[in-house]
């Protein structure tokens, strides 16, 4: 006799084999992106993430030759969209390009970054684009921000709730001795207040942060880092969240402090590092240089970041390979922030519900 299976329990039996596929396909692990070959580009390492939401999806630029874009609608599966800018044809930079951030202003894009001349002092440059995914041209045949013998590094624009428009940067370690650490060097992160098209500079220079805490130096080479900003603003507090110690090094961390001006002053947090590499060292190395996004629903908190591929190998010559992770980020109800990794297992995909 043939046994012919009720339509209700196949039904089922597929609902069911499709919601496990469905759970399988809606984990990620880290990281989300590593170096390799992207429609036949070479991408040698990917660093210093940042993202840029529009128009319901989101743009990531990383440091790499031309600044690399990819595109995801989910924060997980990234399409490569191509170089950005030709380097090559900069109005007044030759080397160390990095650590680019774009803003949209009305319908422009303007992408601003890291480079040096032949003198190999870092500056801001500035340029703009008419889409996201350029190409970029700088807007004009000098640096944005040019502090002479004083190198810059990592901006970061935050635009306030009232349209005021500032930029966040760091003095660069390599020309910044410091004579009370005895010429011993350090970065520190500095805002001015800027025009809101980015046509120039508004106000004088202000130093907000500088290590102080414990792991924020490298205690083999005696140099001391805060870098890589990025500015939250939540429930009127202004939080300042900043990278320290060596890139190079597998304690290179993230913290932050909170003021209740973008002028500060900021008051770090008492127990950074709020992301290192200490609960699994033996599988993730120098967790830093963050974006901070939020999910597709808009109700989760995300933080992208670098980190070396090379675990416990590190070298001079391997030490900037690096690749891109996210974990979730949370403020809880006394306003301190936690980020919930670095994580290197399945992880459920950020929020997205309809």
């Known amino acids: ?24 396909n ?10 390799g070959k992207f429609n036949g580009n070479n991408i040698a390492s990917m660093a210093d993430p940042f993202i840029l939401t529009d128009n ?9 030759d ?20 030709d380097l090559q044809s900069s109005k007044w930079a030759v080397r160390s390009f990095w650590a680019p951030e774009v803003i949209k202003i009305g319908k422009k894009y303007f992408l601003h970054y890291t480079a040096a001349r032949q003198d190999n002092i870092k500056r801001i440059g500035l340029a703009v684009s008419d889409f996201p995914v350029g190409p970029f041209t700088d807007v004009d045949d000098k640096p944005f921000l040019d502090r002479g013998e004083k190198g810059s590094i990592d901006s970061h624009v935050f635009v306030d709730d009232d349209g005021r428009t500032y930029m966040y940067y760091t003095n660069a370690m390599d020309t910044n001795p410091r004579a009370e650490l005895g010429g011993k060097k350090r970065s520190e992160i500095w805002v001015m207040e800027v025009e809101p098209d980015l046509s120039g500079i508004i106000s ?6 500088w290590p102080e805490q414990d792991w924020e130096f490298n205690p083999n080479e005696n140099q ?36 209740v001006s973008p002028f500060g002053p900021f008051k770090k947090y008492d127990h950074n590092p709020i992301l290192n590499n200490s609960k699994i060292p033996g ?11 939020q999910s597709p629903d808009k109700t989760e908190w995300f933080c992208v970041y670098h980190s070396h591929v090379h675990v416990g190998k590190l070298n001079r010559s ?22 919930l990794g670095p994580t290197v297992t399945p992880q459920p995909y950020p929020s997205n519900k309809k």
């Not at 031309?66 to 800018?85: A, H, I, Q, R």
């Not at 001391?224 to 320290?244: C, P, Q, R």
């Open 204 to 209: 004088e220079p202000v130093m907000l942060t």
């Open 318 to 339: 391997n030490n900037g390979v690096r690749q891109i992770n996210i974990d979730r980020m949370v403020f809880l109800p006394d306003g301190t922030i936690q980020i």
């Open 66 to 85: 031309g600044f690399p874009c990819f595109s995801s609608t989910d924060l997980v599966n990234w399409t490569y969209e191509g170089k950005t800018m």
């Open 1 to 24: 006799m043939k046994r012919y299976i009720p339509y209700f329990w196949l039904l089922l039996a597929i609902n069911l084999l499709f919601s496990a596929c469905q759970s399988i």
């Open 283 to 293: 599988s993730v190395s120098g967790p830093g240089h963050h974006t901070v996004v």
């Open 224 to 259: 001391y880092w805060n870098e890589g900003t990025v500015i939250i603003k939540k429930d009127s507090i202004y939080y300042l969240m900043y990278s320290a110690n060596c890139f190079c090094g597998e304690t290179y961390g993230l913290g932050y402090a909170t003021a």
């Open 56 to 64: 319901g999806k989101y743009y990531m630029y990383v440091t790499g």
């Open 26 to 35: 809606h984990t990620y692990t880290n990281p989300i992106l590593k170096p």
